[in-house]
């Protein structure tokens, strides 16, 4: 006995795939070109997270529970560039597996630890 999984492959393009009873449904991969929600965690074991919650508007969730809104300035097969207005640039780069932070002060990063499409 076989179930029928759909596996969006691109945006156009559907592949059918038969999958044992039981089964689970492959992930689709994660890429800069359909996450939707990337965790991250800095070098003290701190959860941050990054959530779309428009087009192009993103809400960034830090240790203490404070949001703060990002906008993205564009994507890439692996990363999703954000901005905040206030001089910081984030790259969510899930190729490496990095939330390279940028501001006026410097550089920094944390490792990406789950990301997620809708």
């Known amino acids: 006995m076989y179930k029928l ?4 492959v691109s945006s156009s393009i559907l592949t059918f795939l038969a999958l044992p009873a039981g089964a689970q449904s ?23 997270q990054f959530s779309q919650t428009g087009d192009h508007d993103w809400s960034f969730l ?8 990002f906008t993205e ?5 692996w990363s999703i560039y954000l901005t905040n207005g206030k001089g910081m640039n984030v790259q969510l780069d899930l190729f490496k597996k990095l939330c390279v932070w940028q501001s006026p002060n410097g550089a920094t990063s944390n490792s990406v630890t789950a990301a997620h499409t809708l």
Do not use: F, M, W
């Not at 991969?29 to 941050?48: F, I, L, R, S």
């Not at 830090?62 to 809104?69: D, I, L, P, R, T």
């Not at 300035?73 to 097969?77: A, F, L």
């Open 62 to 69: 830090n240790k203490a529970g404070q949001s703060q809104a």
């Open 26 to 48: 492959p992930e689709p991969q994660v890429t800069g070109t359909n996450a939707h929600y990337v965790k991250c965690q800095d070098d003290k074991g701190h959860a941050q």
């Open 73 to 77: 300035s564009s994507r890439d097969e």
């Open 5 to 8: 999984a759909i596996v969006l």
